[in-house]
């Protein structure tokens, strides 16, 4: 079966340092791959996708950015963190068009 | 543009009584449909889909959902409700890419 984690699971980092979440999937090939923002516990915000290996599709403009290494591994990263990026942070995963995505447990990013 | 909308921020109901979470979209074509559920400080869990066939779909926990074309509702539904079944309800379009689009969630408040 297929299993999706992602590290670490909370962080606390002063403004100005950098920032680097990671994920990985197991069990598939060639997924989808997926970084979610969800703040005040509310509505997701699409930050990035991936189809395939070095593919990054960015949805809003930000001080963050993606990279996809390795098949199976997804991550987030910024150079310099802001006040404004503190949240939760959601890696999931899905296959093909438009099916269902799977999500991690999740990153708590406070920045301080 | 492509939109999900939740019109209640939070849905309270009785132990043992009916619930009903509502959900719009607003998508060109035959969008796959999903409900997720969010527990405090954890990830999404995949409840159910609608993809084509029967407008009643089944899923997870006792869970079922209706699909409305005619109205574009998606509203998820449970005959009676338990004090765990709280948490946070989102409802998810996929407009046929790889892309999917969540609503903001709707808070449900279940009372023994």
């Known amino acids: 079966s297929q299993t999706i984690h992602q590290w670490p699971a909370t962080l606390v980092q002063p403004v100005g340092s950098p920032l680097s979440l990671e994920c990985t999937v197991e069990?598939?090939?060639?997924?989808?791959l997926y970084w979610y923002r969800q703040a005040a516990g509310r509505g997701l915000q699409l930050l990035f996708y991936?189809?395939?290996?070095?593919?990054i599709s960015s949805e809003v403009p930000q001080n963050l950015s993606a990279s996809r290494p390795q098949d199976r591994q997804f991550i987030l990263s910024s150079k310099k963190l802001l006040l404004s990026d503190s949240g939760f942070y959601l890696c999931?995963?899905?296959?093909?068009?438009?099916?269902?995505?799977?999500f991690g447990e999740g990153s708590w990013l406070t920045v301080v | 543009a492509q939109s999900v909308a939740q019109p209640e921020d939070q849905v309270n109901v009785a132990e043992g009584n009916p619930l009903t979470v509502k959900c719009t979209y607003s998508?060109?074509?035959?969008?796959?449909l999903f409900w997720y559920v969010q527990y405090p400080n954890r990830g999404l869990q995949f409840l159910l889909k609608?993809?084509?066939?029967?407008?009643l779909v089944k899923g997870s926990y006792g869970f079922e959902a209706e699909f409305n074309k005619s109205q574009t509702s998606f509203h998820l539904k449970k005959p009676s409700a338990l004090v765990s079944d709280s948490a946070l309800y989102f409802c998810?379009?996929?407009?046929?890419?790889?892309?999917?689009?969540f609503g903001a969630g709707t808070r449900l408040f279940v009372k023994a």
């Open positions: 999931a995963w899905g296959q093909g068009y438009g099916n269902t995505i799977y």
């Open positions: 069990g598939t090939s060639n997924p989808n």
């Open positions: 991936s189809v395939g290996i070095g593919q």
């Open positions: 998508v060109s074509g035959n969008p796959y």
């Open positions: 609608y993809i084509t066939g029967d407008n």
């Open positions: 998810a379009v996929s407009p046929g890419g790889f892309k999917t689009i």
